[in-house]
T-cell receptor
Framework: KAGVTQTPRYLIKTRGQQVTLSCSPISGHRSVSWYQQTPGQGLQFLFEYFSETQRNKGNFPGRFSGRQFSNSRSEMNVSTLELGDSALYLC??????????????FGPGTRLTVT | AQSVTQLGSHVSVSEGALVLLRCNYSSSVPPYLFWYVQYPNQGLQLLLKYTTGATLVKGINGFEAEFKKSETSFHLTKPSAHMSDAAEYFCAVSDRGNNRLAFGKGNQVVVIP
């Protein structure tokens, strides 16, 4: 099975712009979660989508949003970028509905740099 | 809310020596517990997990961890360090039936030849 894929791998944006990141989960997985990783704050949960519905949400401002499509692919959007949004954004997928639903598999991440 | 404590951001270990990474969590009920490893410029790879049953769990690459409810701990060990073990290790917890992971700050492991 192919793993979790994230595109693009690297992005450079300017303050005030918006950005969209994409995540394709493992085939058959219905849950997609997003995490932000920074040197200062570490790994922080952004949100989780399951069957096109947001199921969990972390403590991030409304500038961070996401969605999930019927094929389970997910996108996250950050509007009005700030310097502090520079981070590695990780996507994780899990089956979401079986006995192994707690196992999350991570993609390689998208490195976002805001200048 | 769940929280995880990993002490010692950088851990140096000699090749062939024991690797011990400590993890303590705060939770009113036993959560699901995980250890992940991250190599440079890569995502996270699941090393092992505890959900229920046997408290000593074995994972990939010779790692194991023991869940101790009385100590709210889930320490990671490997009997003999290998150069390829140099990476960053994260302990994580989630509520049962919930995919929201809370991570510790991580341990950067350096293996000295």
């Amino acid at each position: 099975k192919a793993g979790v894929t994230q595109t693009p791998r690297y992005l450079i944006k300017t303050r005030g712009q918006q950005v969209t990141l994409s995540c394709s989960p493992i085939s058959g997985h219905r849950s997609v979660s997003w995490y932000q990783q920074t040197p200062g704050q570490g790994l922080q949960f952004l949100f989780e989508y399951f069957s096109e519905t947001q199921r969990n949400k972390g403590n991030f401002p409304g500038r961070f949003s996401g969605r999930q499509f019927s094929n389970s692919r997910s996108e996250m959007n950050v509007s009005t970028l700030e310097l502090g949004d520079s981070a590695l954004y990780l996507c994780a997928s899990s089956s979401g509905g079986t006995s192994n639903s707690y196992e999350q598999y991570f993609g390689p991440g998208t490195r976002l740099t805001v200048t | 809310a769940q929280s995880v404590t990993q002490l010692g951001s950088h851990v140096s270990v000699s090749e062939g020596a024991l690797v011990l990474l400590r993890c303590n969590y705060s939770s009113s009920v036993p959560p699901y517990l995980f250890w992940y490893v991250q190599y440079p410029n890569q995502g996270l790879q699941l090393l092992l997990k505890y959900t229920t049953g046997a408290t000593l769990v074995k994972g990939i690459n010779g790692f194991e961890a023991e869940f101790k409810k009385s100590e709210t701990s889930f320490h990671l060990t490997k009997p003999s360090a290998h150069m390829s073990d140099a990476a960053e290790y994260f302990c994580a917890v989630s509520d049962r039936g919930n995919n929201r992971l809370a991570f510790g700050k991580g341990n950067q492991v350096v293996v000295i030849p």
